[in-house]
């Protein structure tokens, strides 16, 4: 019991925890305007013995034939653009845009129930599930990871399609 | 026990070790398909020569922005009224231009090299998942449920006490208590069967009202029969208790020619149920079931776990609607004249009959009745025997369930050999917890004879009973009597109509051919929707047309 009350905190969690990076995130209508790379989030495994890995996350800004380019966006101006070797890359997501979920729809239809009387029994948990359900996967449609695109296909949703211009540093990216 | 009403599937009532599972299996799934599913097909696309760029936008449905990226990190975004003259080698257009750092470096009509272009970029718009779009077919759903319960709310709002014992971790419910007993003149003893047994020096048992009642308790025993390892206790309708060390499964069970052995074969919940008939309430069936012969002339019942379909607790709810505002007037007269609450009970009653049990005699070539069962009440599932006359021949045996269509669940057949006659040890309580606390005057009430229990709507209570030897194995029934008063809904005084509730007492048998449109409307809703889509392992129904 107590396995699966910490699994499911985990989860939730790593749910939840993604979605604090939607403020980062524009709307579904403005990805055709946008000037700037995608979101990412990308786990490094730094130390080949263990099984840790550090997150990343920021506006991709290029990916050249051994690293990729990401730049913080929390930091403002100040940010600075981080090289991260690909073979140290354990996995990533790569969002396009905010994600059209609803999550408050699993609370209110589970608790709309209430109103079906000696239904709820099985409506109850029908709207759980479904719900849950409906919003894990719009969750998941809304971003790619490792099994959906290879690190060199990245390239497209990068600020610099083509890796770092020539005659630009890092430390010139903000 | 029996129980005319259902209101123990209210929120307080859904199992909570039942919820939590399902809770977590939701949180996994989430995580699961959030983690296993594919992204999104992204509808953009990046050429290195302008003309594949041309191409590709000339089959656009709408001509797309231009999103051209510099050789020195700068990029050019250009509204659709962009022109690319591959002659001069220039591109023109309204729009903006940003430096490496995206910021806007000029905007307006802009014209630049086709050499200094990187890559030509073409977006088209982007389609997420919509998370409310695929939840209307499942709100549509909840608003008919809602509309239904509003349109009828005695389908799905009342009940009476409901009993639940431990088995492991999970509390299922196990009994219904005097749900007929709807007035104080009408209070009565019941026995159910817990289907459980335990070799051990106490058991627990929790009781709650979950409905809009008052309910008044005056006894509720633990029977515990003594029973060898290999035993079972089996009752009869008559609360005759047998020890039974064998029972056998049905070769074949046929209701209209149908196939339905499967439904029979385990107590799990996976019930043979057949609909109402469209044009009479009261139209029978017939169910019947051949046993492998046994040994022969030895004592032997049929078992039969079995409860009602939504039908009855239909007609209560609809006989105390029709009563609208006068529903005290006509309780007060039910206490004063008990032949009233005779024809409101058994005038449907006599029209829908009893779970009759039939055996075949070959000898005489005919069908010849044993003995009829009847419980009221569709959550817990009743577990009786009828004991069969001696058969004399080594031929297979042959039952026939004659009952009305559309009343009846039946869970589990079997043809028991019946060792002896047993007596129930009958317990009190050793200890009562009212809400979870300790409550003496509870259990005073509880055991002295002239005094009730009252139960009100939440109450919960949970009753330890001790057993003599914890070395012996014990099959366990529950004896509990009382009445409830059941409360009368705002809901409920709009539908008031004394025609037809004397229609219902007087003229049954015209009742229930009137009645068949109303009621299949909601068996049809109602019905299915609870029994077809119970998320719970072990609960899915069939249903048979």
């Given at each position: 019991m107590k396995t699966r009350i910490i699994i499911s905190l985990a989860l939730l969690s790593f749910l939840l925890g993604g979605c604090s990076y939607y403020k980062h995130l524009e709307d579904e209508s403005e990805f055709n305007k946008s000037t700037k790379g995608s979101f990412i989030r990308v786990w490094v495994n730094?130390?080949?013995?263990?099984f840790e890995t550090k997150e990343y996350h920021g506006e991709l800004i290029a990916v050249d034939s051994t690293q990729l380019y990401i730049i913080a966006v929390e930091t403002e101006v100040d940010s600075v653009c981080t090289a991260l070797s690909k073979s140290n890359i354990e996995s990533f997501n790569l969002y396009y845009?905010?994600?059209?979920?609803?999550?408050?729809?699993?609370p209110v239809f589970t608790g709309f129930?209430?109103?079906?009387?000696?239904f709820l029994i099985a409506t109850a948990p029908l709207n759980l599930l479904v719900t849950s359900l409906t919003q894990g996967h719009v969750l998941r449609a809304s971003r790619s990871q490792e099994s959906d695109l290879n690190l060199d296909e990245l390239a497209t949703f990068a600020r610099y399609p083509r890796g770092i211009p020539a005659g630009l540093t890092i430390e010139d990216i903000h | 026990m029996e129980c005319e009403n259902i209101d123990s599937f209210t929120p307080q009532t859904i199992n909570i070790v039942t919820m939590r599972k399902v809770i977590t299996i939701s949180i996994l799934l989430l995580g699961i398909v959030n983690q296993s599913c594919k992204g999104p097909a992204v509808p953009r696309f990046q050429y290195e020569k302008a003309g594949d760029f041309i191409k590709k936008t000339n089959i656009a449905k709408e001509r797309p922005d231009l999103k051209a990226h510099l050789k020195g990190g700068d990029l050019v975004f250009l509204f659709n009224n962009w022109q690319i003259d591959t002659v001069a080698g220039f591109i023109t257009g309204e729009g903006q231009r940003f430096d490496y750092n995206r910021r806007i470096r000029k905007e307006g009509d802009l014209k630049f090299s086709m050499?200094?272009?990187?890559i030509y970029e073409m977006n088209e718009d982007l389609e997420l998942a919509d998370g409310m779009m695929a939840l209307f077919p499942l709100a549509i759903v909840n608003v008919a449920v809602t509309l239904a319960c509003i349109t009828n709310p005695k389908a799905c709002f009342g009940s009476c006490p409901t009993f639940y014992t431990e088995d492991g971790n999970v509390f299922e419910a196990k009994g219904e208590g005097f749900s007929n007993a709807i007035a104080p003149s009408l209070e009565y003893g019941d026995v159910d069967d817990l289907k459980t047994s335990t070799r051990s020096d106490n058991f627990k048992i929790i009781m709650k009202n979950e409905a809009q009642e008052t309910h008044c308790l005056k006894a509720v025993e633990l029977w515990a029969l003594p029973i060898d390892d290999d035993q079972n206790a089996l009752m009869t309708r008559d609360k005759d208790f047998f020890s039974s060390s064998s029972q056998i499964a049905p070769i074949s069970a046929y209701a209209d020619g149908k196939d339905v052995l499967n439904t029979l074969?385990?107590?799990?919940?996976?019930e043979y149920f057949s609909a109402a008939d469209a044009e009479n309430l009261a139209s029978k069936e017939e169910l019947i079931l051949e046993f492998e012969a046994s040994e022969l002339n030895q004592e032997q019942a049929l078992v039969l776990d079995f409860r009602q379909s939504l039908m009855t607790t239909y007609f209560i709810y609809s006989a105390m609607a029709y009563m609208g505002d006068e529903v005290s007037d006509v309780f007060a007269k039910i206490e004063r004249e008990k032949d009233l609450y005779s024809k409101l009970d058994n005038g449907l009653k006599s029209e829908l009959g009893e779970l009759e049990v039939y055996l075949w005699n070959e000898e005489l070539k005919e069908w010849q009745l044993q003995g009829a069962l009847y419980e009221t009440g569709p959550i817990a599932v009743n577990r009786q025997i009828v004991p069969l006359q001696k058969m004399s021949s080594s031929q297979s045996v042959k039952v026939k369930l004659l009952m009305n269509k559309g009343l009846w669940r039946l869970d589990y057949a079997a043809l028991a050999k019946l060792d002896q006659k047993i007596e129930p040890l009958k317990l009190q309580p050793s200890q009562l917890k009212k809400n979870g606390s300790a409550h003496l005057f509870a259990k005073q009430q509880l055991l002295n004879a002239d005094q009730h229990l009252i139960s009100l709507p939440g109450d919960f209570f949970e009753l330890e009973y001790d057993l003599p030897d914890a070395n012996q194995k014990y099959a366990l029934h529950l004896y509990s009597k009382g009445y409830y008063m059941e409360w009368m809904r705002n809901e409920w005084l709009g539908d008031k109509n004394l025609l037809k509730l004397n229609q219902m007492m007087n003229h049954p048998r015209r009742y229930l051919k009137r009645e068949a449109e109303a009621y299949k409307e909601y068996e049809l809703v109602m019905e299915e929707v609870f029994w077809s889509s119970q998320i719970e392992s072990k609960k899915v129904s069939s249903y048979e047309n």
């Amino acid at each position: 019991m107590k396995t699966r009350i910490i699994i499911s905190l985990a989860l939730l969690s790593f749910l939840l925890g993604g979605c604090s990076y939607y403020k980062h995130l524009e709307d579904e209508s403005e990805f055709n305007k946008s000037t700037k790379g995608s979101f990412i989030r990308v786990w490094v495994n730094l130390d080949e013995n263990s099984f840790e890995t550090k997150e990343y996350h920021g506006e991709l800004i290029a990916v050249d034939s051994t690293q990729l380019y990401i730049i913080a966006v929390e930091t403002e101006v100040d940010s600075v653009c981080t090289a991260l070797s690909k073979s140290n890359i354990e996995s990533f997501n790569l969002y396009y845009a905010k994600p059209n979920t609803a999550f408050w729809s699993i609370p209110v239809f589970t608790g709309f129930t209430i109103t079906h009387g000696v239904f709820l029994i099985a409506t109850a948990p029908l709207n759980l599930l479904v719900t849950s359900l409906t919003q894990g996967h719009v969750l998941r449609a809304s971003r790619s990871q490792e099994s959906d695109l290879n690190l060199d296909e990245l390239a497209t949703f990068a600020r610099y399609p083509r890796g770092i211009p020539a005659g630009l540093t890092i430390e010139d990216i903000h | 026990m029996e129980c005319e009403n259902i209101d123990s599937f209210t929120p307080q009532t859904i199992n909570i070790v039942t919820m939590r599972k399902v809770i977590t299996i939701s949180i996994l799934l989430l995580g699961i398909v959030n983690q296993s599913c594919k992204g999104p097909a992204v509808p953009r696309f990046q050429y290195e020569k302008a003309g594949d760029f041309i191409k590709k936008t000339n089959i656009a449905k709408e001509r797309p922005d231009l999103k051209a990226h510099l050789k020195g990190g700068d990029l050019v975004f250009l509204f659709n009224n962009w022109q690319i003259d591959t002659v001069a080698g220039f591109i023109t257009g309204e729009g903006q231009r940003f430096d490496y750092n995206r910021r806007i470096r000029k905007e307006g009509d802009l014209k630049f090299s086709m050499d200094s272009v990187l890559i030509y970029e073409m977006n088209e718009d982007l389609e997420l998942a919509d998370g409310m779009m695929a939840l209307f077919p499942l709100a549509i759903v909840n608003v008919a449920v809602t509309l239904a319960c509003i349109t009828n709310p005695k389908a799905c709002f009342g009940s009476c006490p409901t009993f639940y014992t431990e088995d492991g971790n999970v509390f299922e419910a196990k009994g219904e208590g005097f749900s007929n007993a709807i007035a104080p003149s009408l209070e009565y003893g019941d026995v159910d069967d817990l289907k459980t047994s335990t070799r051990s020096d106490n058991f627990k048992i929790i009781m709650k009202n979950e409905a809009q009642e008052t309910h008044c308790l005056k006894a509720v025993e633990l029977w515990a029969l003594p029973i060898d390892d290999d035993q079972n206790a089996l009752m009869t309708r008559d609360k005759d208790f047998f020890s039974s060390s064998s029972q056998i499964a049905p070769i074949s069970a046929y209701a209209d020619g149908k196939d339905v052995l499967n439904t029979l074969l385990e107590s799990d919940r996976n019930e043979y149920f057949s609909a109402a008939d469209a044009e009479n309430l009261a139209s029978k069936e017939e169910l019947i079931l051949e046993f492998e012969a046994s040994e022969l002339n030895q004592e032997q019942a049929l078992v039969l776990d079995f409860r009602q379909s939504l039908m009855t607790t239909y007609f209560i709810y609809s006989a105390m609607a029709y009563m609208g505002d006068e529903v005290s007037d006509v309780f007060a007269k039910i206490e004063r004249e008990k032949d009233l609450y005779s024809k409101l009970d058994n005038g449907l009653k006599s029209e829908l009959g009893e779970l009759e049990v039939y055996l075949w005699n070959e000898e005489l070539k005919e069908w010849q009745l044993q003995g009829a069962l009847y419980e009221t009440g569709p959550i817990a599932v009743n577990r009786q025997i009828v004991p069969l006359q001696k058969m004399s021949s080594s031929q297979s045996v042959k039952v026939k369930l004659l009952m009305n269509k559309g009343l009846w669940r039946l869970d589990y057949a079997a043809l028991a050999k019946l060792d002896q006659k047993i007596e129930p040890l009958k317990l009190q309580p050793s200890q009562l917890k009212k809400n979870g606390s300790a409550h003496l005057f509870a259990k005073q009430q509880l055991l002295n004879a002239d005094q009730h229990l009252i139960s009100l709507p939440g109450d919960f209570f949970e009753l330890e009973y001790d057993l003599p030897d914890a070395n012996q194995k014990y099959a366990l029934h529950l004896y509990s009597k009382g009445y409830y008063m059941e409360w009368m809904r705002n809901e409920w005084l709009g539908d008031k109509n004394l025609l037809k509730l004397n229609q219902m007492m007087n003229h049954p048998r015209r009742y229930l051919k009137r009645e068949a449109e109303a009621y299949k409307e909601y068996e049809l809703v109602m019905e299915e929707v609870f029994w077809s889509s119970q998320i719970e392992s072990k609960k899915v129904s069939s249903y048979e047309n």
